[in-house]
């Protein structure tokens, strides 16, 4: 008789210490997930930054052609580099801005190369941005 009075309250404490240290962990890791990687997020905007500024790339800014700007050049490799990082805040970037320049296109190249897609069935960054919302991936 002993031994259940002292069993039914050591296994209630067991089991609430195992439902607060469960519920803790879940708070904690999903705050985590959403808490943007601000340093990423500024080191990845310098980096596409650079690859479209005359004074920070070695890219030849006198060619119409993007691909010149990312050829061989190292901002544009950490980019890929970075894969879902860089693919998430560029996919952030488009979402937030209604600029559809070079710096957008090289942003379509970049994750149209880190999702590995085939076929390039876009003319603009926006328009490639637009087609992957609309494909829900």
């Given at each position: 008789?002993?031994?259940?009075?002292?069993?039914?309250?050591?296994?209630?404490?067991?089991v609430?210490?195992?439902?607060i240290?469960?519920?803790?962990?879940?708070?904690?890791?999903?705050?985590?997930?959403?808490?943007p990687?601000?340093e990423?997020?500024n080191?990845?905007?310098?980096?596409?930054?650079?690859?479209v500024?005359?004074?920070?790339?070695?890219?030849?800014?006198?060619?119409?052609?993007?691909?010149?700007?990312?050829?061989?050049n190292?901002?544009?490799?950490?980019?890929?580099?970075?894969?879902?990082?860089s693919?998430?805040?560029?996919?952030?970037?488009?979402?937030?801005?209604?600029?559809?320049?070079?710096?957008?296109?090289?942003m379509?190249?970049?994750c149209?190369?880190?999702?590995k897609?085939?076929?390039?069935?876009?003319?603009?960054?926006k328009?490639?941005?637009?087609?992957?919302?609309?494909?829900?991936?």
């Open positions: 008789m002993n031994i259940k009075k002292f069993l039914f309250p050591l296994i209630g404490i067991i609430a210490s195992l439902i240290g469960i519920s803790h962990y879940i708070t904690t890791s999903t705050a985590l997930k959403e808490t990687d601000t990423f997020d080191i990845i905007k310098e980096k596409i930054s650079n690859l500024d005359p004074s920070k790339s070695e890219a030849d800014f006198s060619s119409s052609n993007p691909y010149d700007y990312i050829k061989n190292e901002n544009y490799t950490f980019i890929i580099t970075n894969g879902s990082k693919l998430n805040y560029m996919l952030k970037a488009f979402s937030e801005s209604s600029n559809d320049g070079l710096q957008e296109y090289i379509a190249l970049a149209s190369e880190i999702l897609e085939k076929d390039k069935t876009w003319s603009t960054g328009d490639w941005y637009d087609k992957y919302v609309r494909s829900g991936t």
